[in-house]
Nanobody, 123 residues
């Protein structure tokens, strides 16, 4: 079992930055692909970014490409999402997830999920 805990969310003005963290416990995440998803009120959970187990491959949804950066430090069992140039449409609950099947952009690609952290971007 893998337990995931997100932190770093909060309220920020448009154009600002936040860094989200996802700390894993229970077992090492060194062999898992790790992803970030988000869910805005009244909308379905959507893919944001994913990073391979080694950190060598990353992939982003088009709307955050160039603004968000996903990274990981396996020795710390931690993954990050640096979010710059935030927009009001980035407002959502952000979830981290771990998957053993490699890079994936679908919810069903991930076995383990955190509880989420709220990000609110004011205009």
């Amino acid at each position: 079992q893998v337990q995931l805990v997100e932190s770093g969310g909060g309220l920020v003005q448009a154009g600002g930055s936040l860094r989200l963290s996802c700390v894993a416990s229970g077992r090492t995440i060194g062999t898992y692909a790790m992803g970030w998803f988000r869910q805005a009120p009244g909308k379905e959970r959507e893919f944001v970014a994913v990073i391979s187990w080694s950190g060598g491959t990353t992939y982003y949804t088009d709307s955050v490409q160039g603004r968000f950066t996903i990274s990981r430090v396996n020795a710390k069992n931690t993954m990050y999402l640096q979010m710059n140039s935030l927009k009001p449409e980035d407002t959502a609950v952000y979830y981290c997830a771990a998957g053993s099947g490699g890079i994936g952009v679908k919810i069903y690609d991930y076995e383990y999920w955190g509880q989420g952290t709220q990000v609110t971007v004011s205009s």
